[in-house]
């Protein structure tokens, strides 16, 4: 059953070329020029409507949201929040018949993100469900449900789901900006052939396994570590992060590169592991003055970069390289090494992978 991998985890990460292909599979035309989500029942002018985005979420898919806010941000330019579940249902949103909630789960039967739909449904507004469990609660209780095609995940660590979650985000964005009108086509035609070229460089990311096993080996000797990145790297490096901790048991932090000189600094210290995302071209500098400051304190960087960026290597201890593509598109590419890191810490200090302590696969109570 785990078609001779060790663990179900690795089977997943080694599942994702499949799943983002399930993912896009019939949702892209023929011509590859763009979206076709027939499964959103909204009107144009039920999409013209929207003033407002609530993404909502718990855990992993919570960390989706967060990279969905920025590519619904930057393909529609309508505002977009991004809540965790069991915060949303009890502060009073300001929900309105003009709200669009998106609420991604796995399962579709996590209580507060079940709890956090029906509460955008009491005050009118549409909801859309990302799941991969199709006749799930959530999936049940939405207006309009994108499936994530990611199959059955067992692991308790979340890995080909999360990254079914970005597909979806990716192609219902730009579903929303051809309704909308808000980018011309040929931006759309081209982040869509981004989009298909995604399975093949997982696949050469995973092809690189080594180099992470022994970057994770490094680390599994450690109790503390940092992950840092700006914008997309930031949401990214907040994945990682729960991944190493939910299964390898080290504490680490993640955090948005600029704000580290705002207190969390001083916990540089040396020899401290820093794992460092820079592969937004449009940040990249700054990302690199922070990566000056902890080494400048004793850490030991691990950078991750794309391919044809050159400078990032002068300045890390160690660098990994991954495939480039789109800036938008560079999560479903950076957070597989990660995944591949949080694996192999795991396992060099003798845990259970795929059922971590303390952990449920499907949180269905509060
Ligand atoms: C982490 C993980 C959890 C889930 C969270 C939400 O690897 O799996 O953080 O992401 O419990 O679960 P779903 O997506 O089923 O609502």
Not at 122 to 130: L, M, S, T
Request: glycine share 6%.
């Amino acid at each position: 059953e785990k078609a001779g991998f060790d663990h179900f985890m690795l089977k997943e990460i080694h599942e994702q070329p499949k799943a983002y292909r399930d993912t896009m599979g019939a949702r892209i035309d023929a011509a590859g020029k763009k979206v076709v989500l027939n499964e959103i029942g909204m009107t144009p002018e039920q999409i013209r409507s929207i003033r407002q985005v609530h993404i909502v979420a718990c855990g992993t898919a919570y960390h989706a949201g967060l990279v969905g806010k920025t590519v619904i941000e930057k393909l529609t330019r309508i505002p977009v929040e991004t809540d965790v579940a069991s915060e949303y249902r009890y502060r009073s949103p300001i929900i309105t018949p003009e709200t669009l909630v998106v609420v991604v789960s796995q399962s579709g039967e996590t209580a507060d993100t079940l709890a956090a739909l029906r509460e955008a449904k009491r005050n009118g507004a549409r909801v859309v469900a990302i799941t991969n469990v199709v006749g799930s609660s959530v999936a049940r209780e939405a207006d309009d449900v994108i499936v994530t095609w990611a199959g059955p995940e067992i692991a308790v660590a979340s890995t080909k789901a999360y990254t079914s979650q970005l597909i979806a985000f990716y192609l219902f964005g730009l579903y929303l900006a051809q309704s909308l009108g808000t980018q011309d086509s040929s931006y759309i035609s081209e982040v869509v052939a981004a989009l298909q070229e995604l399975p093949n460089k997982v696949e050469a990311i995973l092809a690189q396994a080594d180099t992470i096993k022994n970057a994770a080996e490094q680390i599994s000797t450690h109790n503390n570590l940092f992950f840092i990145g700006r914008g997309l790297d930031y949401a990214v490096a907040l994945e990682g992060s729960l991944k190493l901790k939910e299964i390898s048991y080290i504490h680490s932090e993640a955090y948005a590169a600029g704000e580290l000189k705002h207190g969390t600094l001083a916990l540089i210290e040396e020899g401290i592991p820093v794992i460092a995302l820079a592969t937004q071209e449009d940040l990249f500098e700054k990302t690199v003055s922070n990566i000056k400051e902890v080494k400048a304190r004793g850490a030991h960087v691990f950078g991750l970069n794309a391919e044809g960026e050159t400078e990032l290597v002068k300045v890390v201890d160690e660098v990994l390289t991954i495939p480039a593509t789109l800036p938008l598109l560079m999560p479903a590419l950076s957070v597989v090494p990660l995944q591949l890191l949080s694996y192999y810490a795991s396992l060099a200090r003798g845990n259970d992978v795929d059922k971590p302590r303390n952990l449920a696969k499907s949180v269905t109570v509060e």
